[in-house]
């Protein structure tokens, strides 16, 4: 890893390894997952910008424990679309994804009676990290599939030109670190 990027977010301060996408980009690597005090912070400072939902939403990933974390604090359910079909699924719908850390493309996953929960319903879509916006896409598709009405697409961190967006909420931009290529 080339170094860290120090990032401020919620009030609190992390050291974010940068990590090698290819050979002329690195990301600074935003990890929840551990890390409480951050997502109580993150979760309760975005809450404070989202418009009124329903319920939440995000992909199988790091999202995960912030969509838990604003759904307790709210008292709301939230959903996790799944990155591959379960026992317990009966009639999923499917949508395909490729995103910037993951090397293939995936497809996610959402049972029949959790897709139809949502019909009708406000839905806030929510994420660690909006970057290239694919998984971003693939949620909101799944939601328009099941009858959803997206209230609004939220995450703490939005990555390069993903912070030109205006039609996402976030906390803070994360910027890309670009390699000089020296010849």
Do not use: W
């Amino acid at each position: 890893m080339a170094g860290t990027y120090t990032l401020e977010v919620a009030g609190l301060e992390r050291e974010l390894p940068l990590c090698p996408v290819n050979e002329k980009l690195d990301i600074a690597a935003f990890i929840m997952f551990s890390d409480v005090e951050l997502t109580m912070a993150c979760a309760r400072e975005l809450l404070k910008k989202c418009p009124e939902h329903d319920l939440i939403i995000t992909a199988e990933s790091k999202g995960i424990p912030l969509a838990y974390e604003m759904a307790r604090q709210e008292g709301k359910r939230y959903l996790v679309a799944r990155k591959s079909t379960k026992l317990y699924m009966s009639d999923p719908i499917a949508v395909n994804v490729k995103s910037i850390t993951t090397a293939r493309m995936q497809t996610l996953y959402l049972d029949r009676h959790e897709a139809d929960s949502m019909k009708g319903k406000r839905i806030l879509i929510a994420d660690d990290v909006i970057s290239t916006g694919e998984s971003l896409r693939a949620l909101c598709t799944l939601v328009q599939e099941s009858g959803g009405i997206i209230a609004g697409q939220a995450a703490v961190l939005a990555e390069g030109d993903a912070a030109d967006r205006k039609d996402i909420i976030y906390l803070e931009k994360l910027p890309l670190f670009f390699k000089d290529m020296v010849l």
